[in-house]
């Protein structure tokens, strides 16, 4: 008899305004629609529930130098330092919620219901800290295709997350 845990599949799908998550979420659903979906006219849907978990995490945006800009200078804003971070934070929330909303509606079309996460923290340990509270059995990201130098510098997240998630990690590259 298989334990409540057992009987939960989750997959995520870590996604960001990027083309090649876009593609990954897209690829995802055209080829393991299967695997990410309970069906109702399955026998396996009884036994197993499967959840479709898109995420998508906001990059703690450094905005301490908008602190230190204001010290010292002659006050040409209207607005006050801590109301223009708070205003630049509630934007971007914002654009991650209709990002999380546009890939709600990509799953809709293919007929996939879809649970929608955004979290804010630096995305490569949010990402893998989510996967390990969900307790998701597999994640799905899509590659930027950097170079070799490019990664030295800017990192990877889909490198940092195949070798710190707990789980299987899938990571669909664009070709062509």
């Given amino acids: 008899m298989a334990t409540e845990e057992m009987k939960k599949k989750k997959v995520m799908v870590a996604i960001d305004e990027s ?13 393991l629609r299967d695997s990410i979906i309970s069906s109702p006219s399955s026998a396996s849907a009884a036994e197993e529930e499967r959840t479709l978990i898109v ?21 040409t804003f209207s607005i006050s330092t801590p109301e223009l971070i708070r205003s630049l934070q509630e934007n971007q929330k914002k654009i991650a919620l209709a990002l999380l909303e546009q890939a709600k509606e990509i799953c809709a079309k293919r007929g996939v219901v ?14 893998c800290e989510a996967v390990d509270k969900l307790k998701v059995n597999l994640l799905i990201m899509g590659n930027h295709g950097r170079g ?14 195949v070798h710190n998630a707990k789980c299987p990690v899938l990571v669909v590259k664009k070709t062509g």
């Fill in 19 to 31: 083309e090649c998550s876009h593609y990954a979420l897209e690829w995802a659903l055209d080829n």
């Fill in 55 to 75: 995420y998508t995490a906001q990059p703690l945006t450094n905005l301490s130098y908008l602190t230190a800009a204001s010290y010292g200078s002659a006050r």
């Fill in 114 to 127: 879809a649970e929608t996460i955004t979290e804010a923290g630096d995305p490569k340990e949010a990402i």
């Fill in 148 to 161: 070799p130098i490019q990664r030295v510098f800017l990192g990877s997240v889909s490198n940092y997350c």
